[in-house]
């Protein structure tokens, strides 16, 4: 069974009307998120857990943190790094276990790259899918899409491989073609050994316009791999909720507007899906915790209607 999802594009016909009168946050693809279901709908906050704006990389307690993640992220994610990692991880052989059991060990993971918030993951993948939930309650693959999407960070861990931080989360870019100046940190890239590669240095690299992000390399991180183990299983999630997964870390692309040219069609409609995403995970995280025995049975029905007991990881 393969869900049906609504059409972004129908959800912008029949909101835009009443963009004015409700005062609807309208995203970059030009469309209003719905915010019609509730009085009350999610609120993009203008600062985080510590005070500061979302994705401020010259500020707060972890700005030294941050940068150093980046630079060595850098310099290390190359293509011939990512073709190893995705050959590897691609077998599933790590452990088999349910979805939830995943969310589960999430407890154990703080991500480096974050400057805003240094809670366990668990409580970021509720947060996000409890606020889509509230603003999308028709819409529960986006809710699952929300719960798992960062679950391809027990790469950090030993069973997995305990890769380091920079090949596991941050910001995820093309390889095989010019680094866009839209990647942040972006000096850094001057010590990648792909930096002076005739064959990488121009715009479309390796790869041709409109080829499609499914032939592009993309940096090897938490979402490929959560793409692969979801793909691997048979997961009946929509194009969109496998596109979210898989790029949502991809912030030069659906915040910046940067690599554009790869993308076909198909890409072009999921990203409209993606950029409704982005919100909830970025502005939703926050020190107000989720209870997450009370909100557990919901998810695990979710669970059960797009994916097997158990998972190949």
């Keep these: 069974m393969t869900a049906l999802i609504e059409n972004p594009a129908d959800l912008e016909a029949e909101e835009q009307k009443h963009v004015e009168e409700t005062n609807e946050l309208v995203l970059d693809g030009g469309f209003s998120v719905r915010k019609s279901v509730s009085n009350d709908g999610f609120v ?6 510590y005070g500061h704006t979302f994705r401020d990389y010259n500020v707060g307690e972890r700005q030294k943190i941050v940068e150093e993640f980046y630079r060595t992220q850098h310099i290390n994610q190359t293509y011939d790094f990512v ?30 790259s974050d400057p805003d918030l240094d809670e366990p993951q668990i409580q970021h993948l509720l947060q996000s899918a409890e606020a889509i939930r509230k603003d999308y309650p028709d819409e529960d693959w986006l809710q699952l899409t929300a719960l798992i999407h960062d679950l391809g960070k027990v790469l ?32 850094y890239f001057k010590e990648n050994p792909d930096f002076n590669n005739p064959a990488y240095s121009t715009k479309n690299g390796i790869y041709t316009e409109g080829c499609g992000l499914d032939s592009v390399m993309i940096s090897w991180g ?32 659906h915040k910046e507007g940067a690599y554009m040219h790869l993308l076909n069609d198909q890409d072009k409609e999921d990203l409209k899906w993606l950029k409704i995403f982005n919100k909830y995970d970025l502005y ?22 797009y994916f097997p007991a158990k998972l190949k990881w």
Aim: with cysteine; charged share 25%.
């Design 44 to 49: 993009t906050p203008e600062i985080n857990s």
């Design 83 to 112: 073709k190893r990692m995705r050959e590897e991880y691609s077998k599933l052989n790590r452990m088999e276990m349910s979805v939830w059991e995943c969310c589960e060990l999430l407890n154990e993971v703080v991500d480096d």
């Design 156 to 187: 950090i861990l030993p069973q997995f491989g305990g890769l380091p931080q920079w090949a596991v989360v941050g910001d995820t870019f093309p390889l095989g073609c010019a680094f866009d100046e839209a990647n942040i940190h972006h000096k």
């Design 222 to 253: 938490h979402d490929d791999y959560m793409y692969l183990v979801a793909k691997g299983n048979g997961t009946t999630l929509p194009s969109a909720g496998l596109f979210i997964i898989r790029y949502h870390s991809f912030y030069p692309l």
């Design 284 to 305: 939703s995280k926050s020190k107000v915790l989720i209870d997450v025995e009370a909100a557990k049975p919901y998810y695990l029905s979710l669970i059960e209607k």
